[in-house]
């Protein structure tokens, strides 16, 4: 196989990874960010005392607004008891365009919100479970207000709910772009939010605001507050970038188009132009050839901000680099390239190489920027689609629960190959491992992504559309150790492991069977009724000596008795109901693995 023939396999199934487009730029990763010290409070304006600093916090699951904290610095709490007792807090800053993240918690039933210049809202809310979001839910962006005509205005609702439940830490992204205003004072573009990701998933992008959460007046800049009236909530690792400073600008583009395929960058002075000229933009439509070609730009950067700055080239169908004054910035690399310099204010020679080469793959090119202060920003043709990216093919849960086999990548690297996903129309799904008896995976949101495995010839593979929670290593749930300090398997070897399929019930929930160390094991996992996690019930039909079965295996747990744990970090819950046998939490090494005694059942829940 050739290196062309290569490409276009690889890239069939890649291809929707790597479109450009100017709104997603807000995504890609900040190394600009400032992270808000909460040793003291001395990042906010006149804090109420309502706002207190904490080591550490726990708010109760099942218990409206209460929180208990532990004495300490790093974590960021509002005390307030939902009775419109507490006070908003402000920071030190004014802002336009910025982008935002941190980490937070909220108690149940608690409301409150971020205001992204003092008055547009985005939610932070107690949302667990809901199946059908609203703009006041967890994520969305609260509507705003038209003062004149007495009513809201657009609120808009979150893609899917991926919320976590009360007590969990979440993550949340933000990136805001501030309404523009002409010499005269007059707005001449609304404000947008270019994207909310929470929980790692996209779930608000390209959102223009066509008013403020009370109809006040809108700003170039306004201060960064948070709600503090609404219940109890946590705060920790605040991270933002300001985007104040003017962006770098392109002059004096040359452009020749030469006419061949070259494995590497050819003499220019040796080769005939098919086409060649100047231009005030960064395209390749400047080319009358589709395919084998090299085009080269050459022109200047007027850099206005002395610091760090990082490209991305985007060169579809062959390869590309950039050189700024000579020296290669942007290494050489098939499809699209990264890198970075330390620039000097003035304005700086570059050239950039573009060979295209897949014949399939139509012509573009795209060159991003960001800098000090600057948002990444498409410094290219803006008209020109950096790959057209293939259509997703996304299944979606109709009625109670639906089944899909299929490949399936865990823990970054391990492919899972009899992998049944069981979906949920409560939007908690979860993967079941045939050839171990294991539940690898959990999570919220949308049920899978087919396109790795429907697109063209495809790899076998799909993956989940919502909020992923995985167990650590997968291996046989069932173990047979004669003491609890022995190695765990790593696969079924010597188990007379066998499986015996499934069956469904009416729901189509799935009962699944399996043999394993001469007994019959009946392993069933349901959604909770609230859609709030999953349940699983293991029983076995002959009672056996020395069994154990391995839950997960995890970084740290929290014991909060009664068969309650914490489990990485206040990422999700175990409870463990009691029963014949106590949990066991076995050290191996950095790992927790987390096992229960069995000899004839076992039930445990995940609440995420």
């Known amino acids: 196989m050739n290196r062309a023939h290569f490409l276009a396999l690889f890239s069939v199934i890649t291809i929707w990874l790597l479109k450009i487009s100017p709104s ?30 904490a080591g550490d916090v726990h708010m109760d699951i099942e218990k409206d607004n209460t929180i208990k904290t532990t004495k300490g610095t790093g974590v960021l709490v509002n005390v307030s008891d939902g009775k419109n007792q507490g006070q908003d807090l402000v920071f030190n800053i004014k802002h336009g365009d910025i982008d935002i993240e941190f980490d937070y918690m909220v108690a149940r039933s608690a409301v409150s919100c971020i205001y992204l210049q003092g008055i547009y809202k985005v939610q932070l809310a107690d949302s667990w479970g809901i199946t059908e979001p609203k703009a006041n839910d967890n994520g969305g962006i609260y509507e705003g207000w038209d003062a004149a005509q007495k009513q809201g205005l657009d609120g808009h609702s979150p893609r899917q709910n991926v919320s976590r439940a009360p007590g969990l830490w979440q993550h949340i992204k933000i990136a805001f772009r501030a309404p523009r205003f002409n010499t005269a004072g007059a707005k001449v573009e609304n404000p947008k939010i270019l994207l909310v990701e929470l929980n790692g998933i996209r779930i608000q992008e390209d959102v223009e605001l066509s008013g403020t959460s009370a109809g ?9 507050r948070l709600q503090g009236d609404g ?4 705060f920790r690792n605040i991270k933002y970038s300001l985007y104040d400073k003017p962006r770098p600008e392109i002059s004096n583009l040359k452009y020749a188009v030469y006419k061949g395929s070259f494995e590497n960058e050819p003499d220019y002075s040796k080769l005939h132009a098919e086409a060649e000229g100047t231009s005030t933009t960064l395209s390749s439509n400047f080319s009358p050839l589709q395919n084998a070609f090299v085009m080269h730009y050459t022109g200047n950067l007027n850099i206005k901000q002395a610091g760090s700055y990082s490209f991305n080239l985007s060169v579809p169908g062959g390869s590309g680099l ?64 950096s790959n057209d990216a293939v259509d997703p093919i996304l299944i979606n849960v109709t009625g109670e629960n639906m089944l899909m086999r299929c490949f399936i990548d865990i823990n970054d690297s391990k492919r899972v190959t009899h992998a049944i996903n ?64 022995a190695t765990l398997a790593n696969d079924t070897t010597g188990s007379g492991f066998k499986p015996k399929g499934y069956s469904l019930g009416k729901d189509k929930r799935p009962l699944f069977r399996y043999a394993i160390y001469g007994t019959t094991v009946t392993d069933a996992t349901s959604v909770l009724n609230s859609g709030q996690g999953v ?18 295996t995890v970084n740290n747990v929290e014991v909060l008795g009664n068969g309650w744990y ?16 106590k949990t066991i939490i076995k050290n191996n090494g950095s790992k927790k693995e987390i096992l229960v005694p069995i000899s004839k059942k076992l039930t445990y829940s995940v609440l995420f």
């Open 24 to 53: 997603s730029f807000a995504q890609s990763a900040n190394k600009q960010l400032v992270e808000v010290g909460l040793t003291d409070l001395s990042a906010f304006t006149n804090p109420a005392k309502n706002w207190q600093l």
């Open 216 to 224: 006040t007046q809108e700003v170039a800049a306004g201060p960064l």
């Open 231 to 234: 219940g109890a909530i946590a």
């Open 322 to 385: 950039m050189r700024i004054s000579n020296n290669v910035v942007v290494p050489i690399a098939d499809w699209k390239s990264t890198g970075s310099a330390e620039l000097k204010e003035g304005i700086i020679p570059f050239d950039i190489y573009y060979s295209k080469q897949v014949d399939w793959a139509k012509p573009a090119l795209g060159l991003s920027i960001t800098g000090p202060g600057i948002r990444e920003f498409l410094i290219s043709d803006a008209n020109v689609s």
């Open 422 to 485: 069981v979906g949920s129309n409560k939007q908690v799904h979860y993967t079941y491992d045939a050839d171990n008896g294991s539940v690898v995976q959990v999570w919220r949101g949308g049920f899978l992504d087919a396109t790795p495995m429907w697109h063209e010839r495809g790899d076998g593979s799909s993956r989940p559309t919502g909020a992923v929670l995985q167990f650590g290593e997968d291996i046989p749930a069932i173990q047979k150790l004669n003491t609890t300090e």
């Open 535 to 552: 349940q699983r019930v293991i029983e076995l039909q002959d009672a056996q000596k020395n069994l154990y079965f391995h839950i997960a």
């Open 566 to 581: 914490l489990i990485d970090d206040k990422s999700w819950y175990l409870h463990v109901e009691e029963g014949e046998a």
